[in-house]
């Protein structure tokens, strides 16, 4: 049985370049066989979900290998897109 992993992923209560305060945060992944793909899954996930950014991206590759019965041994690999899903904050009323 694999160890299973951590994934550790950090942010800020603000974007650089941004004057905005995070309100809500969620971890989020994409995959895809090319890097592309994953981070496009990402965003799509998060735009679907109301989310304003991902912040923290981290990739990594994946080596999918399998057999058949015949002993043919067949490998592929994927990528994986980690990410901390942001939405900003209503900007407070200006008095």
Do not use: C
């Amino acid at each position: 049985m694999p160890r299973s992993r951590k994934i550790r992923t950090s942010t800020t209560e603000t974007i650089p370049g941004f004057d905005y305060a995070v309100g809500r945060r969620m971890l989020t992944w994409g995959s895809g066989k090319i890097v592309e793909d994953a981070v496009e899954e990402m965003k799509d996930w998060a735009a679907e979900h109301n989310y304003d950014a991902i912040v923290g991206i981290r990739l990594e590759s994946v080596v999918d290998v399998s057999s058949s019965v015949t002993g043919i041994v067949e490998s592929s690999i994927f990528w994986v897109a980690y990410g901390t899903a942001v939405a900003f904050m209503p900007p407070y009323p200006q008095p």
